[in-house]
């Protein structure tokens, strides 16, 4: 028994009539030119939403990573990759609210794993000094001279990374705990933890 394939009117054939060869291509043709337009709307929307956020958020991410890492060319590159990463699977996320957050969580993590890489090779080897330092990296190195950044480095990494969300990033508990991948609770105990310690080596430090 044979089967005849039979085109409906959305392809230009009279109903009942065998569906030729050339309205099967012409059709193939219309889908794929639909779906590469449709590529072409979305990569351009997501190259809308990267850049708007670059704009407003790439030098505070810096400066957070900054706090994180204690290198502000580091600090750069973390924050760099991140934005590649985000470009990557942006259609994954629906707003840019969402995006910020990815960011963050993303800025977070790379600095952990600077600072685990650094315990293997060697933290303290000599860092290049920029080329042309920046208004940024001025900034950044003045903050770099405080005593509150100072006690910062002498603090866990997870009690670090609360206190720079918190009061650096002025994020709230609920942002700091999805930023770091840890509850709320966590989020309570490790900023009692690190106030109390920066308390104590400010107070001898005075």
Sequence with gaps: M???????PALGQVPGQPLSAS?????????AHAESAADRVSLTGADTAITELYGAHYRPLVRLAALLVHDVATAEEVVQDSFVALHTGLHRLRDNEKALAYLRAAVVNRSRSVLRHRVVVDRNAPKPAPDMPSAEHGALALIERSAVVAALRELPVRQREVVVLRFYADLSEAQI????????GAVKSHTSRAMSALRTVLEREA
């Design 23 to 31: 309205h099967l291509a012409s059709s193939h043709q219309v889908q």
């Design 177 to 184: 705990a999805s930023s770091m991948g840890i509850t709320r």
């Design 2 to 8: 044979t089967e005849t394939l039979v085109a409906g």
